[in-house]
């Protein structure tokens, strides 16, 4: 018996400088901070030669898109100013294009005026926004002028704050409506490609975490493609008393989760074991199911 198909479908094709970027199947987003203070160690790249060499193994082990941050956004995170956030993103991005010249990049920036000065400077092809425009309110209107894909990321406060004592009545509801609400304000501004993160660790209990990915799924009502970042997180290593560093296998098992309840892109700090899971997810699902008596 063939598998039945969701009668919600998520665009499958978003529009980067002209390049037409087709989603027809799971996409691996690759993680590079240039920060000194990112919660796990082995993403942070400050130097040209680091960045030039984390991105081109990005792209040899199969990443579909390379994200650039500046700003650290762990838990308790203070955002460091303007100047300085452009300042790390013109040397990564610099570096990157050199060596890059046709990757598809996106920017992890909550600033319109970041937002723009990438697309602009250096043909960024994603804005990927923590606060979803709730920091700079400049950003909705900044990213449909611009006219590229933007993702639309859920938090529950800031930062500094989100961890402390998160609370929802009902966190799939709460998120649903968010989205919605989100969504028509970003309509209204143009914005055409847009991809949805509820974010995971971003003003969420352990409890929250596990109830969103359980009901991922529900999360394609919205129509858009669905962003995770599970990648090394809390609700991986914590349950497990492991480190950030030791939970790359919890990291799989999470990833291959999200695949099968709907995950269009996976946002990993480790590509190459991200593209094996879709891979092996892509095998998995094109395989019949049979009826036995």
């Given amino acids: 018996m063939e598998k039945e198909r969701s009668v919600f479908v998520p665009r499958k094709t978003m529009q980067c400088h002209g390049k037409l970027l087709t989603i027809d199947k799971p996409m691996v987003m690759g993680i590079i901070n240039v920060t000194p203070d990112s919660f796990f160690s082995g ?75 990438v697309v602009q400077d250096f043909r960024v092809d994603i804005i990927n926004d923590i606060s979803a425009g709730k920091l700079d309110p400049a950003m909705f209107e900044t990213v449909g002028e611009l006219g590229i894909p933007y993702v639309l990321m859920h938090m529950k406060g800031t930062p500094e704050n989100m961890q402390a004592n998160p609370n929802y009545d009902n966190v799939i509801r709460e998120l649903i409506i968010f989205f919605n609400e989100k969504i028509e304000q970003l309509r209204h501004y143009n914005v055409k490609d847009i991809i949805i993160d509820p974010g995971f660790g971003f003003g969420k209990t352990l409890e929250h975490n596990y109830t969103i990915l359980r009901n991922l799924e529900t999360f394609k009502l919205l129509e858009m493609p669905i962003l995770v970042g599970l990648s090394r997180k809390s609700m991986i290593y914590k349950p497990l008393q492991i480190t950030p560093k030791k939970a790359l296998n919890g990291t799989t098992i999470l990833n291959s989760i999200a695949l099968q309840k709907g995950a269009s892109i996976l946002r990993v700090h480790d590509v190459k074991e991200a593209v094996e899971a879709v891979k092996i997810f892509e095998l998995y699902s094109a395989q019949p199911e049979y009826q036995y008596l």
Avoid at 45 to 60: G, P, V
Avoid at 85 to 101: G, M, S, W
């Fill in 43 to 117: 993403s942070r790249h400050r130097f040209s030669y680091s960045i030039a060499r984390k991105a081109c193994q990005m792209i040899e082990d199969g990443a579909n898109i390379i994200d650039v941050g500046a700003c650290s956004t762990r838990p308790g995170a203070k955002p460091i100013n303007e100047n300085e956030e452009l300042r790390r993103l013109t040397k990564a991005l610099n570096t990157i294009r050199i060596k890059l010249p046709d990757a598809v990049v996106s920017v992890d920036t909550f600033r319109a005026s970041v937002a723009r000065r």
